[in-house]
């Protein structure tokens, strides 16, 4: 099953906390893609550092609920704590697509609820995976529009797999 996991990170070395967690996700699955670092603002909680974000994309075989459960273990294994809701963070790992499932539990849904409204998630997202489709049909390039007001920058991040895809 292909999966897209959004990775985001403003402390610390930012690049170096992503690739570190893109190692840790190496052996959730095959990485097929993975997108340009991109410099964003936080939301939210805006008195914060700007974030490095970016989009991986595996082929998996765990399921929805498995695959989130090992993201959570990767961010604590990574020294994340979690505090204020949208505040600074070491490593964020968020699942935001999983083949065409739509699952809601009580601590997964899938899709992401709040992705569609954030050009963080979709920018790095249409890069390395062009014809991702909601489950509602919708083709992800499609949301990007309503995001266009949104800052995102492509940064340098030494070591990262710059817009690979496989």
Do not use: C
Not at 4 to 29: H, K, M, S, T, Y
Not at 51 to 64: I, K
Request: charged letters at 25%; proline letters at 8%; glycine letters at 8%.
């Amino acid at each position: 099953m292909r999966a897209a996991i959004a990775l985001g990170a403003n402390l610390g070395d930012r690049a170096a906390n992503l690739f570190d967690a893109l190692e840790r996700i190496r052996v959730l699955g095959r990485v097929v893609a993975s997108s340009s670092v991109y410099e964003t603002a936080p939301q939210g909680m805006v008195d914060q550092e700007p974030f490095y974000n970016a989009v991986v994309v595996v082929e998996t075989d765990l399921d929805p609920v498995e695959l989130v459960g090992r993201l959570l273990d990767i961010e604590r294994e990574m020294g994340r704590m979690r505090g204020r809701r949208w505040g600074p963070r070491l490593i964020d790992l968020d699942l935001i697509l999983h083949g065409d499932h739509s699952i809601r539990t009580p601590s997964v849904e899938v899709p992401h609820p709040r992705y569609r409204q954030r050009r963080f998630v979709l920018e790095p997202l249409v890069e390395v995976w062009p014809d991702a489709r909601d489950p509602d049909g919708t083709p992800v390039a499609d949301l990007l529009g309503a995001v266009s007001d949104q800052m995102v920058a492509p940064v340098a991040a030494p070591g990262w797999p710059r817009g690979s895809r496989r």
